[in-house]
């Protein structure tokens, strides 16, 4: 009996040498539909990082808002209560007011732009909410593109400023974006995602400012009966992890963890600009007047989302501001 006790006991313990000494399951969320740019660039994450750590680190995707929105993602995280998100942190502003500096009204107007302000590493956006997340226990791993943001709603064409007076609209917990809404005379309501559909079927708001993959692959637009290209934020995300899981990794790991997330977070931005004219096209399809602005239309948008400028230069800190400036004018050669 003592002999098969030992021999039990040796074979669990070469069983237990065997398995990897950090094997995790992990849980990653977000908020974007199945079969999305974003969705898809989170499977791709999960699986590089379960291939390159030999199944050391596992993670299963919940897409669809199914562990909560951003702002309970955003919580989530910070307590290590979820372990990975792809996370929209301009929808986090209740966390802290700087995650959404990068909302600012027309930072950028061209994909030439974007590429140079916001996915610069060493620019002011990523590193302001780099240090504004781990401030907060996320680890920020990579930054992914959402979109240029419209303005949708159910009572008429938006094809100037002036139109947009009187409106209802959604916005995300976003003081840039609300500060574009208020300036141009609308009503800034603040939802979060999960909400807003069921809002615009009812009327409870006459529309919302998300871009064509979101609008489109929500089924926003199923509610709204115009959609105008105003482009007046690009909206970025973030591939976080919870401190908590990430100090539990070697350096090793945490090194092919990163790297996936950036191999990731690249081929989300490269598909989802793909199929922004194939959203666009179905969103037509589906009955809505999608308007682009005249040139002097979008110089006065531009003129009406700067106002804001000053006011926030309080929330993010002028010299944040100052150095965007900058970095903005280099962007454009001037």
Excluded: C
């Excluded at 390159?52 to 993670?59: A, F, G, L």
């Excluded at 209802?168 to 609308?186: D, H, L, N, Q, T």
């Amino acid at each position: 009996m003592k002999r098969l006790l030992v021999a039990a006991l040796a074979a669990v313990s070469i069983l237990a040498l065997q398995q990897p000494a950090s094997a995790a399951k992990a849980r990653l969320g977000h908020v974007f539909a199945q079969g999305t740019a974003a969705d898809e660039a989170s499977q791709t994450f999960a699986r590089l990082v379960k291939e390159r750590t030999n199944s050391e680190i596992d993670i299963t995707v919940f897409p669809n808002s199914q562990l909560g929105g951003d702002e309970a993602l955003g919580r989530d995280l910070s307590r290590g209560a979820v372990d990975f998100a792809f996370l929209n942190p301009g929808s986090l502003t209740g966390l802290d007011p700087l995650l959404d500096i990068h909302y600012l009204p027309y930072i950028a107007t061209s994909t030439q732009e974007v590429d140079k302000i916001f996915y610069n590493p060493d620019g002011i956006l990523q590193r302001t909410l780099t240090e504004t997340l781990d401030k907060h226990k996320m680890v920020a791993l990579a930054y992914f593109e959402l979109d240029f943001r419209a303005v949708t709603n159910s009572k008429h064409p938006v094809r100037s400023v002036e139109d947009i007076k009187g409106l209802k609209v959604r916005v995300p917990g976003s003081a840039s974006i609300r500060s574009f809404f208020e300036a141009a005379g609308a009503q800034a309501v603040t939802m979060p995602m999960p909400n807003l559909f069921v809002a615009l079927q009812q009327g409870t708001v006459d529309g919302q400012d998300n871009g064509a993959s979101i609008t489109y692959n929500s089924r926003l637009f199923e509610a709204q009966k115009y959609m105008t290209l105003t482009n007046h934020v690009y909206a970025m995300g973030a591939i976080t992890v919870s401190q908590r899981f990430w100090s539990g990794l070697t350096p090793e790991q945490q090194a092919i963890v990163r790297k996936a997330a950036q191999e990731a977070a690249s081929e989300g931005i490269a598909r989802n600009r793909a199929d922004n004219a194939a959203f666009l096209d179905k969103i037509k399809a589906g009955g809505v007047e999608v308007i682009v602005p005249t040139p002097e239309a979008m110089v006065e948008f531009a003129r009406i989302g700067q106002v804001g400028w000053q006011k926030l230069e309080q929330t993010y800190g002028a010299d944040r501001i100052g150095a965007l400036k900058k970095e903005i004018a280099a962007a454009r050669g001037e």
